[in-house]
Nanobody
Framework: QVQLVEAGGGLVQAGGSLRLSCAAS????????MGWFRQAPGKEREFVAAIIWSGGGTYYEDSVKGRFTISRDTAKNTVYLQMNSLKPEDTAVYYCATAPPGSNKIRYPYEYNYWGQGTQVTVAS
């Protein structure tokens, strides 16, 4: 069983930065990519960013392009989300997840088979 553990959430002022991390408990499992999603109260879980584990290709939701950067450290089995210029509308619980080979609808939660427990990000105005 793969476990994903997120860290790095917290309270920050608008314009500030946070760096989220997500460590996988098993080094070798069949993953194609890792992604970050977020869910605000009363809203559906939405795609934020994803990275192809082997090649490093990245994908972003439009509202975070230029502000957020996803990266991975294969030696540490960890994926990161650097979030800059944070806005109050970025407030949400952030989840990391993995998707197996063959996944192509990377913006949809159903493509992902393992999820972390989530970490709260609150951006104060």
């Amino acid at each position: 069983q793969v476990q994903l553990v997120e860290a790095g959430g917290g309270l920050v002022q608008a314009g500030g930065s946070l760096r989220l991390s997500c460590a996988a408990s098993i080094r070798t499992f069949n993953r194609y990519l890792m992604g970050w999603f977020r869910q605000a109260p009363g809203k559906e879980r939405e795609f934020v960013a994803a990275i192809i584990w082997s090649g490093g290709g990245t994908y972003y939701e439009d509202s975070v392009k230029g502000r957020f950067t996803i990266s991975r450290d294969t030696a540490k089995n960890t994926v990161y989300l650097q979030m800059n210029s944070l806005k109050p509308e970025d407030t949400a619980v952030y989840y990391c997840a993995t998707a197996p080979p063959g996944s192509n609808k990377i913006r949809y939660p159903y493509e992902y088979n393992y999820w972390g427990q989530g970490t709260q990000v609150t951006v104060a105005s």
